[in-house]
């Protein structure tokens, strides 16, 4: 068994004994599961249709009248697999290892009315049909649409089922390494008239040999599928990107670290006149005054860092191997139990975070730590849920696989947050700041509107998105559609520079913010950083309605997943902008103290 295996059969089996489940199905392959002698049966399961523009909404296999065993033998999903929209079915098709076939009948029926309309209507909405042959994914067109107003002696469209599905299969030695499915269009029957028909559904299937190897059949999933010629300029935009934004926080760390030197100069010269420039200098007793809310403040921060580790630790599952596209089961498995097993850090974080400014109350903290990401997420999936559920997808869990969420959190999740909230508290310490507060915070003088909070909001945010919009472009295209045009390490590196700029920008106008004698930066430099996830709500609107997809079921599952996603990334920018402005806030006055 390779290391590549070894290594993703290891992480199944964690994820399974976690939840519970049965072994899992990984489309990730082992050598002595997948081979076979000439005849030996190979298994196949029908999965899912659905319109081609829009990935969210799709059905059972089978809610279209095609051929059907008696009985129907349904796989048991895994929890990913079920997350991910998949309803594994037995098939009638005999793809047997080695064996040609040409013209095989797979049955013969005769469509009523009814059925013929809902061929039709999946064809006018250019429904594709997905299975899975010995774990390899295979996609297929249902039907085609012809235009009628070419022939002079027809009027409106013409509406054509394929019957019979070809399908071409790479092997090397006694293993399968690739498989494509294409719909025969000379194997077609109308469907444009209400009327009975009878339909003969065939499949054909021709094997060839190749020399690429079984553990490498999943590489072209995981590899960027875009054209040679978009890929360069792809690469050509993202260095442009990357030196753009090189530049720009060189530029304005040089200008930050001059103007704080003239500041520093000023405070050490001993000139009275001189003095009173440095604004700063005046609020040294309230600028260290924790905010209002400090429990919602310490949940923030602490959930904050939660989402950074789960993206961080993907990332690693990502360069290993582990996690790649065309197995997003396993992604949708990740997340819950990341989410639930990284709850210790969230409620640590959260706790010593709190206890730095009072030893009591840190336990509603942690309890605003629990609810502050979970709460919104879970009203979200239970509207998209009810949504799914009216339309008949398969997007829509059942109940049983919302108990089983509800007790991996419940089991995880909320032990391992009191944990770390009681850890929080037992190695709490007091914050210790450069310079003693004031009994009575200072009054803050008048702002211009530009130095208010809309304002630098709209600044950071934007400048921030300015530097992500393209790879952001890709990932929507990589996440709404089927091909992937950024691979991890291209997003690692804009990920590290969102956060790098989240955190110049953030200092910068902290700055300023103190220099005009404003001393309450702490929440403001929350939404600073979180500003940018305002942004990218934004572009994903945009990008919705400049796509092909429609209905309200895609648009539901959309706005709605994107806000969840947007708001992760709130929190995580929102912490990081914290962080930055209070350790640079900590070194100027501990710099004036010790002056």
Not at 87 to 99: D, G, I, T, V
Not at 242 to 267: E, P, Q, S, T, Y
């Given at each position: 068994?390779?290391?590549?295996?070894?290594?993703?059969?290891?992480?199944?089996?964690?994820?399974?004994?976690?939840?519970?489940?049965?072994?899992?199905?990984?489309?990730?392959?082992?050598?002595?599961?997948?081979?076979?002698?000439?005849?030996?049966?190979?298994?196949?399961?029908?999965?899912?249709?659905?319109?081609?523009?829009?990935?969210?909404?799709?059905?059972?296999?089978?809610?279209?009248?095609?051929?059907?065993?008696?009985?129907?033998?349904?796989?048991?999903?895994?929890?990913?697999?079920?997350?991910?929209?998949?309803?594994?079915?037995?098939?009638?098709?005999?793809?047997?290892?080695?064996?040609?076939?040409?013209?095989?009948?797979?049955?013969?029926?005769?469509?009523?009315?009814?059925?013929?309309?809902?061929?039709?209507?999946?064809?006018?909405?250019?429904?594709?049909?997905?299975?899975?042959?010995d774990d390899l994914p295979i996609w297929?067109?249902?039907?085609?649409?012809?235009?009628?107003?070419?022939?002079?002696?027809?009027?409106?469209?013409?509406?054509?089922?394929?019957?019979?599905?070809?399908?071409?299969?790479?092997?090397?030695?006694?293993?399968?390494?690739?498989?494509?499915?294409?719909?025969?269009?000379?194997?077609?029957?109308?469907?444009?008239?209400?009327?009975?028909?009878?339909?003969?559904?065939?499949?054909?299937?021709?094997?060839?040999?190749?020399?690429?190897?079984?553990?490498?059949?999943?590489?072209?999933?995981?590899?960027?599928?875009?054209?040679?010629?978009?890929?360069?300029?792809?690469?050509?935009?993202?260095?442009?990107?990357?030196?753009?934004?090189?530049?720009?926080?060189?530029?304005?760390?040089?200008?930050?670290?001059?103007?704080?030197?003239?500041?520093?100069?000023?405070?050490?010269?001993?000139?009275?006149?001189?003095?009173?420039?440095?604004?700063?200098?005046?609020?040294?007793?309230?600028?260290?005054?924790?905010?209002?809310?400090?429990?919602?403040?310490?949940?923030?921060?602490?959930?904050?860092?939660?989402?950074?580790?789960?993206?961080?630790?993907?990332?690693?599952?990502?360069?290993?191997?582990?996690?790649?596209?065309?197995?997003?089961?396993?992604?949708?498995?990740?997340?819950?139990?990341?989410?639930?097993?990284?709850?210790?850090?969230?409620?640590?974080?959260?706790?010593?975070?709190?206890?730095?400014?009072?030893?009591?109350g840190w336990e509603r903290s942690v309890?605003?730590?629990?609810?502050?990401?979970?709460?919104?997420?879970?009203?979200?999936?239970?509207?998209?849920?009810?949504?799914?559920?009216?339309?008949?997808?398969?997007?829509?869990?059942?109940?049983?696989?919302?108990?089983?969420?509800?007790?991996?959190?419940?089991?995880?999740?909320?032990?391992?947050?009191?944990?770390?909230?009681?850890?929080?508290?037992?190695?709490?310490?007091?914050?210790?700041?450069?310079?003693?507060?004031?009994?009575?915070?200072?009054?803050?003088?008048?702002?211009?509107?530009?130095?208010?909070?809309?304002?630098?909001?709209?600044?950071?945010?934007?400048?921030?998105?300015?530097?992500?919009?393209?790879?952001?472009?890709?990932?929507?295209?990589?996440?709404?559609?089927?091909?992937?045009?950024?691979?991890?390490?291209?997003?690692?590196?804009?990920?590290?520079?969102?956060?790098?700029?989240?955190?110049?920008?953030?200092?910068?106008?902290?700055?300023?913010?103190?220099?005009?004698?404003?001393?309450?930066?702490?929440?403001?430099?929350?939404?600073?950083?979180?500003?940018?996830?305002?942004?990218?709500?934004?572009?994903?609107?945009?990008?919705?309605?400049?796509?092909?997809?429609?209905?309200?079921?895609?648009?539901?599952?959309?706005?709605?997943?994107?806000?969840?996603?947007?708001?992760?990334?709130?929190?995580?920018?929102?912490?990081?902008?914290?962080?930055?402005?209070?350790?640079?806030?900590?070194?100027?006055?501990?710099?004036?103290?010790?002056?």
């Amino acid at each position: 068994m390779t290391q590549k295996s070894l290594k993703i059969t290891s992480l199944q089996l964690l994820f399974t004994i976690l939840i519970l489940a049965v072994s899992s199905r990984s489309a990730t392959s082992s050598p002595h599961d997948h081979r076979y002698n000439a005849g030996d049966p190979v298994p196949l399961l029908v999965n899912k249709v659905g319109p081609l523009n829009n990935p969210s909404e799709t059905y059972q296999y089978y809610d279209l009248p095609f051929c059907r065993p008696e009985p129907i033998k349904w796989k048991k999903e895994t929890l990913g697999e079920v997350l991910n929209g998949d309803r594994l079915a037995s098939a009638l098709y005999e793809l047997k290892f080695l064996e040609a076939k040409t013209g095989v009948a797979l049955c013969s029926k005769k469509l009523k009315v009814d059925e013929v309309a809902k061929f039709r209507r999946a064809v006018a909405d250019d429904f594709y049909f997905q299975m899975y042959y010995d774990d390899l994914p295979i996609w297929g067109y249902i039907g085609k649409i012809e235009d009628g107003s070419l022939v002079l002696s027809e009027k409106g469209n013409k509406y054509y089922l394929f019957t019979n599905v070809q399908f071409d299969a790479l092997y090397n030695g006694d293993q399968v390494v690739e498989i494509r499915a294409f719909s025969d269009p000379t194997s077609a029957v109308d469907l444009t008239d209400d009327i009975e028909i009878n339909v003969k559904f065939t499949y054909s299937i021709v094997w060839s040999e190749t020399s690429a190897q079984f553990q490498t059949r999943m590489d072209k999933y995981s590899r960027a599928s875009s054209l040679p010629t978009l890929h360069k300029i792809h690469w050509f935009s993202f260095i442009n990107s990357i030196v753009f934004i090189l530049l720009l926080m060189g530029l304005l760390i040089l200008l930050i670290l001059r103007r704080l030197k003239n500041d520093l100069r000023k405070c050490s010269s001993g000139d009275e006149e001189e003095d009173k420039e440095v604004g700063w200098k005046y609020i040294h007793g309230d600028v260290f005054r924790y905010p209002q809310n400090i429990s919602l403040f310490s949940a923030v921060m602490g959930v904050g860092n939660q989402l950074l580790t789960i993206v961080c630790i993907l990332f690693v599952l990502a360069f290993l191997g582990i996690l790649y596209p065309y197995n997003r089961g396993l992604l949708s498995t990740s997340l819950v139990l990341l989410y639930s097993l990284t709850s210790v850090v969230a409620g640590y974080i959260t706790s010593s975070f709190h206890n730095q400014f009072s030893d009591a109350g840190w336990e509603r903290s942690v309890f605003l730590a629990g609810i502050l990401y979970f709460g919104p997420l879970t009203v979200t999936v239970l509207i998209l849920n009810t949504v799914a559920v009216s339309y008949g997808a398969t997007a829509a869990l059942p109940f049983g696989t919302i108990m089983v969420i509800v007790f991996i959190y419940m089991l995880f999740a909320v032990p391992l947050l009191a944990l770390g909230g009681r850890i929080g508290y037992w190695f709490r310490s007091e914050f210790q700041a450069p310079s003693a507060l004031n009994r009575y915070p200072r009054e803050i003088p008048p702002l211009p509107w530009y130095q208010k909070s809309p304002c630098q909001m709209f600044i950071v945010g934007l400048l921030s998105f300015s530097t992500i919009a393209l790879e952001l472009h890709h990932l929507y295209a990589s996440l709404w559609g089927y091909k992937i045009f950024t691979p991890p390490g291209i997003l690692f590196v804009m990920f590290i520079i969102l956060l790098v700029l989240t955190a110049i920008l953030s200092i910068g106008l902290t700055y300023i913010q103190l220099s005009v004698e404003d001393h309450e930066w702490w929440w403001r430099s929350v939404f600073r950083g979180g500003s940018t996830a305002i942004f990218m709500f934004a572009y994903s609107t945009y990008f919705y309605f400049r796509s092909n997809m429609s209905g309200f079921l895609q648009l539901s599952f959309f706005l709605g997943y994107n806000a969840v996603m947007c708001y992760a990334f709130f929190l995580i920018l929102g912490s990081i902008s914290f962080r930055a402005s209070m350790i640079f806030v900590r070194r100027i006055y501990r710099v004036v103290k010790s002056e």
